[in-house]
Structures are given as C-alpha cells and as structure tokens.
C-alpha cells in the first residue's frame, strides 16, 4: 500500500488536475483492480497514437503532390514533438477521471512525489505491460483500501 500520507502546500493543491488517484467505500480488491484497468484501456486506447489521419495525408497530396505530403508529414511530427506528449497525458488523466467518475469512484490530491510512487504517465510512448499492471494494482490497492481523510475533489 503507498503512503498516502502528507502535509497539502498551495502548490501541490495547484497540480490536483494532475496528480490524484481514486477511492470508492466498499469496494474489493478485485473489482477496484477491473474498473481501473478498463478505465487505463479505454483512456490510453486513444486513436491518437494511431498516428497520422489518413484523410490529411489524402488532402496534401491533392492539393501539393508528394512534396505537400513530405511537408504535411515534416510540420506533423513537429508539432506532436512540441505539443503531442503534454496533450496524450492531458487527455489520459481527463478520460481517466471521466471514467471512474462514472463508476462512482471519488478523486483525491496527491503530491507529486507520492504520486509517481504508483501511478505513471504516458507521453511519447506506451508504458509495457508488466510495469503498467504493477502500477495498477498499486492503484487498485488505493481504490479499494482505507477511506482517504483528505477533501473529495470535483469529478
């Protein structure tokens, strides 16, 4: 079971929308371990590490031949070096929390240090299998485990 005890700053209360994990009374092991593994799924199945869309590949070689195309490719990759990263893990904590929200689990802070002790993010990459299960089993401890005595956040 990680720590989950610490004295809240202003700063740590400021990176709640980032570092947080859930809890919901009465619920087991097993079950907290299912909803949090669907949850993980749904949020990192996103189709945007499919990679590039199709259609636009499709438009800038119509409208530019090839060297739109290369150009298209070129600007993409820039962009997702420079903004791709922040957003997957922007939209992974987002479906997250929508999920587990809808399955009526409740949102806790969590300093950052703490945090990183059994929870991971995902940014140019996916986490492997056997460290992502680890962490969500952690997590599942959490969910499943003591009623936290800090303040609920908003879902």
Not at 18 to 46: M, P, Q, V
Not at 51 to 60: E, I, L, S
Not at 80 to 95: M, P, T
């Amino acid at each position: 079971m990680p720590d989950l005890a610490f004295d809240a700053t202003p700063a740590d209360a400021e990176t709640y929308d980032k570092y947080f994990y859930f809890h919901r009374d009465g619920t087991d092991f097993d079950t907290a371990f299912n909803d949090l593994s669907e949850c993980d799924a749904l949020a990192s199945g996103i189709s945007y590490y499919g990679g590039g869309d199709p259609a636009m590949a499709n438009y800038y070689v119509a409208q530019y031949g090839l060297a739109g195309a290369a150009g298209g490719v070129i600007g993409s990759a820039i962009a997702d070096a420079i903004f791709g990263s922040a957003e997957r893990r922007r939209v992974r904590r987002v479906n997250m929390r929508n999920c587990m929200g809808f399955k009526g689990y409740d949102r806790f802070g969590m300093e950052r240090e703490r945090w990183q002790s059994f929870n991971f993010e995902e940014g140019f990459g996916r986490v492997n299998d056997e460290k992502r299960t680890a962490f969500l089993l952690k997590q599942a401890r959490v969910a499943s485990g003591p009623k936290p005595s800090t303040e609920v956040l908003p879902r």
